[in-house]
T-cell receptor, first 118, second 116 residues
Framework: AQTVTQSQPEMSVQEAETVTLSCTYDTSESDYYLFWYKQPPSRQMILVIRQEAYKQQNATENRFSVNFQKAAKSFSLKISDSQLGDAAMYFCAYVGGNSGGGADGLTFGKGTHLIIQP | GAVVSQHPSRVICKSGTSVKIECRSLDFQATTMFWYRQFPKQSLMLMATSNEGSKATYEQGVEKDKFLINHASLTLSTLTVTSAHPEDSSFYIC????????????FGPGTRLTVT
């Protein structure tokens, strides 16, 4: 079974600074997808960024970027120029690349609560 | 695009009664819908996978007779919590996968269930 580990229950960063959230995962599959989701107090899950395992290039979305280390099974999220609106729970998630087609549910880490200090 | 709705957003029911939660993909067709449960201050846990026109697949430890899932169309899946008990109180979130992208999941806003 796949597991996703987020070792930082809570992180705090000053507004406009950079913060990195860590995530490691365990899998025996070679094809898979990794995601970072944001869950604000409204509890709506918002996709922040996605990475396909077969792509060596790290994904980037504006102020959000990942450091994907496939051999180390590490998938950290870097948030640059932190803003007050970035405050939320951040979940790392994994799904296997099902070669037989169809879709599988996501396996989530326990989450990191990100606090932005004004 | 890719909007998923859930209804109701909040529901309170008495112990022993049943409650139905609807999950709809509003602007796309979904081959597969998923149901997750999130207890306070915890992560999302996958409960079941629902494919249109076929029986749902439940995760280990999830009682299929208690959590009835119906996926009657490509835009609607329902979760019925039968004979609810206070320990079923939780936040239930659905997600849907578009036909053309099996790996992207779009989440509904969730339903808070309180069983008294």
């Amino acid at each position: 079974a796949q597991t996703v580990t987020q070792s930082q229950p809570e992180m705090s960063v000053q507004e406009a600074e950079t913060v990195t959230l860590s995530c490691t995962y365990d899998t025996s599959e070679s094809d898979y997808y990794l995601f970072w989701y944001k869950q604000p107090p409204s509890r709506q899950m918002i996709l922040v960024i996605r990475q396909e395992a077969y792509k060596q290039q790290n994904a980037t979305e504006n102020r959000f970027s990942v450091n994907f280390q496939k051999a180390a099974k590490s998938f950290s999220l870097k948030i640059s120029d932190s803003q007050l609106g970035d405050a939320a729970m951040y979940f790392c998630a994994y799904v296997g690349g099902n070669s037989g087609g169809g879709a599988d549910g996501l396996t989530f880490g326990k989450g990191t609560h990100l606090i932005i200090q004004p | 695009g890719a909007v998923v709705s859930q209804h109701p957003s909040r529901v309170i029911c008495k112990s022993g009664t049943s409650v139905k939660i609807e999950c709809r993909s509003l602007d796309f067709q979904a081959t597969t819908m998923f149901w997750y449960r999130q207890f306070p201050k915890q992560s999302l846990m996958l409960m079941a996978t629902s494919n249109e026109g076929s029986k749902a697949t439940y995760e280990q430890g999830v009682e299929k007779d208690k959590f009835l899932i119906n996926h009657a169309s490509l835009t609607l899946s329902t979760l019925t919590v039968t004979s609810a008990h206070p320990e079923d109180s939780s936040f239930y979130i659905c997600s849907a996968t578009p036909l053309l992208d099996s790996y992207e999941q779009y989440f509904g806003p969730g339903t808070r269930l309180t069983v008294t």
